[in-house]
Protein backbone atom coordinates (compact mmCIF):
# COMPACT_ATOMS: atom_id res chain seq x y z
CA UNK A 1 0.00 0.00 0.00
CA UNK A 2 1.27 3.45 -0.87
CA UNK A 3 0.29 5.19 2.62
CA UNK A 4 1.32 8.44 1.30
CA UNK A 5 -1.42 8.57 -1.58
CA UNK A 6 -3.98 5.89 0.49
CA UNK A 7 -3.05 3.77 -2.97
CA UNK A 8 -3.71 -0.12 -2.70
CA UNK A 9 -2.24 -2.88 -4.23
CA UNK A 10 -4.53 -6.44 -5.59
CA UNK A 11 -2.90 -7.92 -2.84
CA UNK A 12 -3.77 -5.71 0.15
CA UNK A 13 -6.86 -7.01 2.17
CA UNK A 14 -10.05 -4.93 3.34
CA UNK A 15 -13.20 -5.65 5.21
CA UNK A 16 -16.41 -4.80 3.47
CA UNK A 17 -19.75 -6.55 2.76
CA UNK A 18 -23.61 -4.75 1.08
CA UNK A 19 -26.53 -6.80 2.30
CA UNK A 20 -30.41 -5.66 2.29
CA UNK A 21 -29.90 -5.70 6.28
CA UNK A 22 -27.79 -3.16 6.32
CA UNK A 23 -30.05 -0.09 7.04
CA UNK A 24 -27.53 1.97 3.82
CA UNK A 25 -28.79 -0.79 1.09
CA UNK A 26 -29.21 0.96 -1.46
CA UNK A 27 -28.14 3.99 -0.87
CA UNK A 28 -25.13 4.39 -3.20
CA UNK A 29 -27.71 4.13 -5.56
CA UNK A 30 -28.98 7.04 -5.16
CA UNK A 31 -27.95 10.76 -6.30
CA UNK A 32 -26.64 9.07 -9.21
CA UNK A 33 -23.92 10.35 -11.50
CA UNK A 34 -23.22 7.06 -12.81
CA UNK A 35 -21.25 7.33 -16.43
CA UNK A 36 -20.76 4.40 -18.71
CA UNK A 37 -18.25 2.20 -20.85
CA UNK A 38 -18.77 0.86 -23.83
CA UNK A 39 -19.04 -2.55 -22.32
CA UNK A 40 -21.56 -1.19 -19.48
CA UNK A 41 -23.79 -0.57 -22.38
CA UNK A 42 -23.46 -4.32 -24.23
CA UNK A 43 -24.25 -5.74 -21.09
CA UNK A 44 -27.27 -3.82 -20.20
CA UNK A 45 -28.87 -3.77 -23.00
CA UNK A 46 -28.93 -7.58 -23.31
CA UNK A 47 -30.19 -7.71 -20.11
CA UNK A 48 -33.04 -5.93 -21.07
CA UNK A 49 -33.32 -7.32 -24.41
CA UNK A 50 -33.20 -4.23 -26.04
CA UNK A 51 -31.20 -2.89 -29.53
CA UNK A 52 -28.36 -0.50 -28.72
CA UNK A 53 -30.25 2.76 -29.42
CA UNK A 54 -33.35 1.97 -27.78
CA UNK A 55 -31.30 1.33 -24.64
CA UNK A 56 -29.46 4.58 -24.86
CA UNK A 57 -32.81 6.29 -26.32
CA UNK A 58 -34.76 5.08 -22.94
CA UNK A 59 -32.16 5.48 -20.25
CA UNK A 60 -29.19 7.53 -21.00
CA UNK A 61 -27.81 11.20 -21.44
CA UNK A 62 -24.94 12.21 -23.70
CA UNK A 63 -22.69 15.21 -23.25
CA UNK A 64 -19.17 16.12 -24.34
CA UNK A 65 -16.58 15.48 -22.08
CA UNK A 66 -14.78 18.85 -21.27
CA UNK A 67 -11.42 16.90 -21.01
CA UNK A 68 -11.48 14.63 -23.56
CA UNK A 69 -13.80 16.43 -26.34
CA UNK A 70 -15.50 13.01 -26.82
CA UNK A 71 -19.77 12.45 -26.29
CA UNK A 72 -19.72 10.51 -22.65
CA UNK A 73 -22.62 8.55 -21.65
CA UNK A 74 -24.16 8.64 -18.48
CA UNK A 75 -27.67 6.93 -16.94
CA UNK A 76 -30.37 9.61 -16.72
CA UNK A 77 -31.58 8.80 -13.48
CA UNK A 78 -35.20 9.37 -11.76
CA UNK A 79 -35.77 13.29 -11.47
CA UNK A 80 -38.60 12.48 -9.15
CA UNK A 81 -37.23 10.64 -6.41
CA UNK A 82 -33.61 11.47 -5.37
CA UNK A 83 -32.16 11.26 -8.47
CA UNK A 84 -32.06 6.96 -8.07
CA UNK A 85 -31.07 4.99 -10.68
CA UNK A 86 -33.23 3.59 -13.41
CA UNK A 87 -33.29 0.24 -12.80
CA UNK A 88 -33.30 0.08 -8.80
CA UNK A 89 -36.31 -1.73 -7.24
CA UNK A 90 -37.74 -1.64 -3.93
CA UNK A 91 -36.06 -5.41 -3.53
CA UNK A 92 -32.80 -4.12 -5.12
CA UNK A 93 -30.62 -3.93 -8.23
CA UNK A 94 -32.79 -5.12 -11.61
CA UNK A 95 -29.90 -5.87 -13.86
CA UNK A 96 -27.53 -6.90 -11.04
CA UNK A 97 -26.34 -9.89 -13.32
CA UNK A 98 -25.01 -6.81 -15.69
CA UNK A 99 -24.87 -4.06 -13.66
CA UNK A 100 -21.68 -1.41 -14.62
CA UNK A 101 -18.01 -2.01 -13.78
CA UNK A 102 -17.76 0.67 -11.34
CA UNK A 103 -20.82 -0.72 -9.45
CA UNK A 104 -18.92 -4.00 -9.21
CA UNK A 105 -15.77 -2.32 -8.36
CA UNK A 106 -17.28 -0.38 -5.58
CA UNK A 107 -16.47 0.20 -2.51
CA UNK A 108 -13.33 0.07 -4.38
CA UNK A 109 -12.17 2.58 -7.92
CA UNK A 110 -9.46 1.96 -10.07
CA UNK A 111 -6.96 3.68 -11.81
CA UNK A 112 -5.11 2.39 -14.60
CA UNK A 113 -2.61 3.42 -16.85
CA UNK A 114 -0.52 2.34 -19.80
CA UNK A 115 3.16 2.54 -20.80
CA UNK A 116 3.47 3.81 -24.48
CA UNK A 117 6.87 2.22 -24.51
CA UNK A 118 6.20 -1.41 -22.97
CA UNK A 119 2.16 -1.22 -23.48
CA UNK A 120 1.99 -2.01 -19.97
CA UNK A 121 -0.76 -1.92 -17.52
CA UNK A 122 -0.46 -0.30 -13.94
CA UNK A 123 -3.31 -0.34 -11.71
CA UNK A 124 -3.96 1.21 -8.59
CA UNK A 125 -7.04 1.25 -6.34
CA UNK A 126 -8.77 3.60 -3.20
CA UNK A 127 -11.00 2.90 -0.88
CA UNK A 128 -14.13 4.89 -1.15
CA UNK A 129 -15.67 5.60 1.98
CA UNK A 130 -19.09 7.70 2.04
CA UNK A 131 -20.72 8.44 5.08
CA UNK A 132 -24.15 6.59 4.35
CA UNK A 133 -22.02 3.24 3.42
CA UNK A 134 -21.99 0.42 6.87
CA UNK A 135 -20.58 -2.13 4.46
CA UNK A 136 -16.59 -0.82 5.95
CA UNK A 137 -17.84 -2.22 9.53
CA UNK A 138 -19.11 -5.72 8.45
CA UNK A 139 -17.96 -8.79 6.39
CA UNK A 140 -14.65 -10.76 6.00
CA UNK A 141 -11.41 -9.78 5.23
CA UNK A 142 -10.20 -10.56 1.37
CA UNK A 143 -7.89 -9.18 -1.01
CA UNK A 144 -8.88 -7.13 -3.76
CA UNK A 145 -7.57 -9.70 -6.14
CA UNK A 146 -10.04 -12.05 -4.68
CA UNK A 147 -12.45 -8.68 -4.92
CA UNK A 148 -11.93 -8.72 -8.78
CA UNK A 149 -12.80 -12.87 -8.87
CA UNK A 150 -15.35 -12.82 -6.84
CA UNK A 151 -17.30 -9.50 -8.51
CA UNK A 152 -16.68 -10.73 -12.19
CA UNK A 153 -15.07 -7.65 -12.58
CA UNK A 154 -11.90 -8.69 -14.70
CA UNK A 155 -13.77 -9.06 -18.39
CA UNK A 156 -15.11 -5.41 -17.62
CA UNK A 157 -11.63 -4.12 -16.21
CA UNK A 158 -9.90 -5.71 -19.47
CA UNK A 159 -12.91 -3.95 -22.17
CA UNK A 160 -12.39 -0.77 -20.33
CA UNK A 161 -8.75 -0.23 -20.81
CA UNK A 162 -9.00 -0.87 -24.64
CA UNK A 163 -11.26 1.86 -24.16
CA UNK A 164 -8.90 4.36 -22.12
CA UNK A 165 -6.81 3.39 -24.73
CA UNK A 166 -8.64 4.90 -27.87
CA UNK A 167 -9.42 7.76 -25.27
CA UNK A 168 -5.80 8.75 -24.98
CA UNK A 169 -4.73 8.40 -28.14
CA UNK A 170 -7.82 10.43 -29.29
CA UNK A 171 -6.18 13.02 -26.58
CA UNK A 172 -2.86 12.46 -28.05
CA UNK A 173 -2.95 13.25 -31.52
CA UNK A 174 -6.72 15.29 -31.90
CA UNK A 175 -6.99 17.68 -29.45
CA UNK A 176 -10.47 19.48 -28.90
CA UNK A 177 -13.44 17.84 -30.11
CA UNK A 178 -14.11 15.84 -33.10
CA UNK A 179 -15.56 17.04 -36.34
CA UNK A 180 -19.00 16.23 -36.51
CA UNK A 181 -18.64 12.55 -38.39
CA UNK A 182 -15.69 11.72 -36.38
CA UNK A 183 -18.19 11.97 -33.44
CA UNK A 184 -20.83 10.45 -35.40
CA UNK A 185 -18.73 7.30 -36.20
CA UNK A 186 -17.12 7.42 -32.25
CA UNK A 187 -20.49 7.23 -30.99
CA UNK A 188 -21.69 4.64 -32.98
CA UNK A 189 -18.43 2.39 -32.14
CA UNK A 190 -18.13 3.06 -28.74
CA UNK A 191 -22.15 3.40 -27.70
CA UNK A 192 -24.45 2.22 -30.68
CA UNK A 193 -22.89 -0.72 -31.77
CA UNK A 194 -25.92 -2.50 -33.61
CA UNK A 195 -26.71 0.54 -35.68
CA UNK A 196 -22.70 0.65 -36.56
CA UNK A 197 -23.49 -2.99 -36.98
CA UNK A 198 -26.43 -2.90 -39.07
CA UNK A 199 -25.71 0.46 -41.25
CA UNK A 200 -21.85 1.64 -41.34
CA UNK A 201 -20.71 -1.85 -40.76
CA UNK A 202 -22.80 -3.66 -43.56
CA UNK A 203 -24.64 -0.60 -45.71
CA UNK A 204 -22.24 2.05 -45.78
CA UNK A 205 -20.56 2.32 -49.28
CA UNK A 206 -16.93 4.44 -49.34
CA UNK A 207 -13.55 3.52 -48.23
CA UNK A 208 -14.87 4.08 -44.50
CA UNK A 209 -16.56 0.59 -44.56
CA UNK A 210 -15.34 -2.52 -43.23
CA UNK A 211 -14.76 -5.28 -45.90
CA UNK A 212 -17.09 -8.58 -46.17
CA UNK A 213 -14.16 -10.23 -44.84
CA UNK A 214 -14.20 -8.21 -41.64
CA UNK A 215 -17.79 -8.74 -41.39
CA UNK A 216 -18.05 -12.08 -41.58
CA UNK A 217 -15.00 -12.48 -38.91
CA UNK A 218 -15.86 -9.15 -37.03
CA UNK A 219 -19.99 -9.67 -36.16
CA UNK A 220 -21.12 -12.48 -34.72
CA UNK A 221 -21.09 -11.13 -31.30
CA UNK A 222 -21.49 -7.73 -29.52
CA UNK A 223 -17.67 -8.80 -27.92
CA UNK A 224 -16.16 -9.10 -31.17
CA UNK A 225 -17.65 -6.31 -32.74
CA UNK A 226 -16.20 -3.62 -30.29
CA UNK A 227 -13.06 -5.00 -30.29
CA UNK A 228 -12.71 -4.47 -34.23
CA UNK A 229 -14.68 -1.08 -33.98
CA UNK A 230 -12.25 0.02 -32.08
CA UNK A 231 -9.04 -0.82 -33.66
CA UNK A 232 -10.82 0.26 -36.47
CA UNK A 233 -11.64 4.01 -34.59
CA UNK A 234 -7.36 3.92 -34.04
CA UNK A 235 -6.81 4.03 -38.05
CA UNK A 236 -9.95 5.60 -39.43
CA UNK A 237 -10.16 8.71 -37.28
CA UNK A 238 -7.10 9.18 -35.20
CA UNK A 239 -4.73 7.45 -37.97
CA UNK A 240 -2.80 5.16 -36.05
CA UNK A 241 0.53 4.28 -37.48
CA UNK A 242 0.69 6.88 -39.91
CA UNK A 243 3.55 9.62 -39.55
CA UNK A 244 1.54 12.29 -36.40
CA UNK A 245 4.00 14.64 -37.93
Not at 164 to 172: A, T, V
Request: aromatic share 10%.
Amino acid sequence: MDEEMGWLSLDDAFTFTCSRQLSCFNACCRDLNQFLTPYDIIRLKKNLRLTSADFLKRYTQVHEGPQTGLPVVSLRPDYTSGLTCPFLYSDGCGVYEDRPSSCRMYPLARMASRSRETGQITERYVMLKEAHCLGHQEGKSRTIREWIADQGIAGYNRMNDLFMELISLKNRLIPGPLDLKSGYLFCLVCYDLDTFRHTVFDKAPGKECPDREAHDRNTADDESLLLFGMNWLKKTIFREGEDAA
